[in-house]
């Protein structure tokens, strides 16, 4: 059920691929509860994925824009503002991608220039979309932005590589961005570590059942599903958390907070 608490906000939301995606769940949610956007990702990524379905039950307009390209940024949120009429009260950055993930290279055997790829990508590319808008004066004072991240950015796991790097370097542009910001335009800037998603991107790491699974039991709520997450991002997005800034929130179900549990114990002592 609807309560319009976006109700005459607009934003930008990246990264939207297909229905699997939190950015397209995010879209839904964020246009259901009555905001305004426009959907931005870059063109090999809109190649592959569906993003003009969503535009069309959105009635949003799609711009085209490489996350690591300056000129694309200035291009997107300029005619952003301009379509939306307006600044801007809210950015989604869902943004993340490792070619050494993708080729199957082992974290003792990196190829460094696919790691920097990485790390602009993945993480830069955040505080290029914040220096862009600061710099064009894009975001209403209390303007709330929000980027993913994975519990990996504070502990080891096996097959994310160096996505657990960029994911630590995108919650650290979060606080330092998010003081500098909220200091200057009362600007709200905070990452969400989600739990394992079953997305078309998180199933492309190796082993990501095994993630799912034991995060699952893990949590005393369970993992928490990209609907879940689209829901509290678009809180994040609400004047309901105006106060809540340079934060990693935890969304996984308890996952971050538990020793053992229960259901761990049962499957281990079988």
Known sequence: MANGILKGKKGIIFGALDENSIAWKTALKVREEGGQFTLTNAPIAMRMGKINDLAKACD????PADATSEQDLNNLFSKSMEVLGGKLDFVLHSIGMSPNIRKGKEYGDMNYEWFQKTLDISALSFHKVLQVSEKLDALN????VVALSYIAAQRAYPDYTDMAQAKAMLESIARSYGQ?????????VNTISQSPTKTTAGAGISGFDVFFDFADMMSPLGNATAEDCANYITVMFSDYTRMVTMQNLMHDGGFSSSGITDSLIEKLTK
Do not use: F
């Not at 004072?141 to 709330?144: G, M, P």
């Not at 500098?180 to 709200?188: A, C, E, I, L, Q």
């Open 60 to 63: 949003a307009e799609v711009i």
């Open 141 to 144: 004072e209390w303007a709330s």
């Open 180 to 188: 500098r910001y909220g200091t200057k335009k009362k600007v709200r």
